[in-house]
Structure formats: C-alpha cells, structure tokens
C-alpha cells in the first residue's frame, strides 16, 4: 500500500527526443507527487510535483501527467537535452506538510546521447 | 544560505562498529528527516526528528537511532554495522508548519561497510 512502482529503471533517449517515465500507487491516501532529479554524488531535488486535484502541470520542458482513476502518473521531458541525463525518482506523501515522510520509486537512470 | 550540509561525506567502517553521521539543516528550518539509499534504489524514510524528538519512524532497526540538537542539527546513529547498512543516507530539512515541497536534501553521506 505504502509503494510507488517507477518504470523504465533505465532510459537512452535521443538529444531533442522525449522522455517519459511511469509511475503506479496504491495508497489512495496519497495527496502530493513529486519528482527528484539526482546527480551522482548529490542529494535528490526537487523537480516538479502535482497535487491529485489536476490532471497536468508543466513548468518549462517537464510535465507531469496524472491519472487519479488509474492510480499513475508520469513524468514527460520534451526536447530532452544531455544536462538531463541523471537518475529520477517519483515519489508520494500523504498529510499535507512538510513533515510527511516521502516514499520513493526505485529510480530511473536517464541517458541523454548527443 | 548554505542549505542542508552533511558530514562526513564518505566512512569506512567494519561489521559490528558504531557510526555517527551529523546533519546540520537549511536555515529556517527546524524538522530533519533521514532516509537510507542503498545503490540503484530509491531513499527509504528512517526517521524524522523535531523539537528535539523522533516524530515518525520507518521500518528500521532499533540499531537505527539519532538525536536532535537545540540548534535543529541532528546525528542518526547505527550500531552494530551489517554489510546491509553500505548505503548513501541523505538528510532532509523543512521548516514546520511548511508545504511537502519545502523539503531540501543534504548531499548525503556515503557508508561503506566491510
């Protein structure tokens, strides 16, 4: 209940192609998605995350597309460039604040080829 | 700002010793999270402290343990090492009261058990 299934765990896409990566939950409860971007020797950032009341949010060249019946939601990377080439993680909280402990998918390593 | 800084940034340590990592939050921020990565996983919550309590706590060990300190800074203990324990454990920091996306990561610091 408390799992967030993340797929592909690895991705090579095309300088200017997009990149997509799934994400599949269980717990209902769930009420904030986010996405992490992470650099070897970094901690994960935040990318972009979307709350259960919209189906999409875009900010620049990242979308998030949500399924609330399906229970998933995706990350897409248009025009995909080398600097994105990192490992991504979806994630879930519940409770609304800052203290809500996140639960990770299992990650997504993105190769960008030039 | 220096945002959240971990320390050390890499040990090397045998099955059976003690280790201490040390997290020193984001300024304004007073609640500390710490999550464990293992290689090619995504964190897994271990505990979240505030006025200077464990607040919630993950599925892990009582070999887990930390503290929080006046100045909000926290140590996450692990006693008794296992080989299973080699991970990259991350730090987060928020400030109470804020939104799940006021949640910033430390770099991390990376445990090598032996």
């Known amino acids: 209940q408390q799992q967030v299934k993340q797929s592909p765990q690895s991705l090579i896409v095309q300088k200017g192609g997009i990149s997509i990566i799934n994400c599949a939950y269980e717990?209902?409860?769930?009420?904030?998605f986010p996405w992490y971007q992470q650099f070897p020797g970094k901690g994960p950032a935040l990318l972009i995350a979307?709350?259960?009341?919209?189906s999409e949010k875009k900010e620049g060249r990242f979308t998030i597309s949500f399924n609330k019946s399906a229970k998933q939601f995706s990350l897409h990377i248009m025009d995909s460039q080398p600097g994105d080439s990192a490992t991504y993680f979806c994630a879930a909280s519940t409770g609304g604040s800052s203290a809500s402990k996140i639960i990770f998918g299992s990650g997504t390593r993105l190769s960008i080829r030039p | 700002d220096a945002g959240v800084t971990q320390s050390p940034t890499h040990l090397i340590k045998t099955r059976g010793q003690q280790v201490t990592l040390r997290c020193s939050p984001k300024?304004?921020?007073?609640?500390v999270s710490w999550y464990q990565q293992a290689l090619g996983q995504g964190p897994q919550f271990i505990f979240q402290?505030?006025?200077?309590?464990?607040?919630q706590r993950g599925n892990f060990p009582d070999r887990f343990s930390g503290h929080q300190f006046p100045n909000y800074s926290s140590e996450l203990n692990v006693n008794a090492l296992l080989l299973g324990d080699s991970a990259l454990y991350l730090c987060?920091?928020?400030?109470?009261?804020?939104?799940?996306?006021?949640?910033?990561f430390g770099p991390g610091t990376r445990l090598l058990v032996l």
């Open positions: 717990n209902t409860a769930f009420d904030y």
């Open positions: 987060a920091s928020s400030p109470r009261g804020g939104r799940q996306e006021t949640q910033y």
């Open positions: 979307i709350r259960p009341d919209v």
């Open positions: 402290y505030y006025e200077e309590e464990e607040r």
């Open positions: 300024s304004g921020h007073d609640t």
